[in-house]
Nanobody
């Protein structure tokens, strides 16, 4: 059983930074690919970023590439999403997701069986 708990969301201004955290509880953290999705009001849930288990491979949505950075701390079994140069269009509920081993369909929400409860990020213009 895997539990994911997000934290770090909040209300910021355009151009500000935030760091989201996803605390992983369960076995075999090192075997999980962990990522982030987001969902804005009235919009589809969309992929943001993922970090592959065991290695440095990271994938990002084009909309956040160069601004967001995903990282992990194996000792703390925590994954982070550093978000810089935030824009109003980044406003959404951000969800941490996890799956055992990497999927080539990493951008699809359907491949992740484990989801956190979400944390709200609001970027004011």
């Amino acid at each position: 059983q895997v539990q994911l708990v997000e934290s770090g969301g909040g209300l910021v201004q355009t151009g500000d930074s935030l760091r989201l955290s996803c605390a992983f509880a369960g076995r075999d953290f090192s075997s999980y690919s962990i990522g982030w999705f987001r969902q804005a009001p009235g919009k589809e849930r969309e992929f943001v970023a993922v970090i592959r288990e065991g290695g440095p491979i990271k994938k990002y949505a084009d909309s956040v590439k160069g601004r967001f950075t995903i990282s992990k701390d194996n000792a703390k079994t925590t994954v982070y999403l550093q978000m810089n140069s935030l824009k109003p269009e980044d406003t959404a509920v951000y969800y941490c997701v996890a799956r055992l081993y990497y999927s080539v369909n990493y951008y699809s929400s359907s491949v992740y069986p484990n989801w956190g409860q979400g944390t709200q990020v609001t970027v004011a213009s």
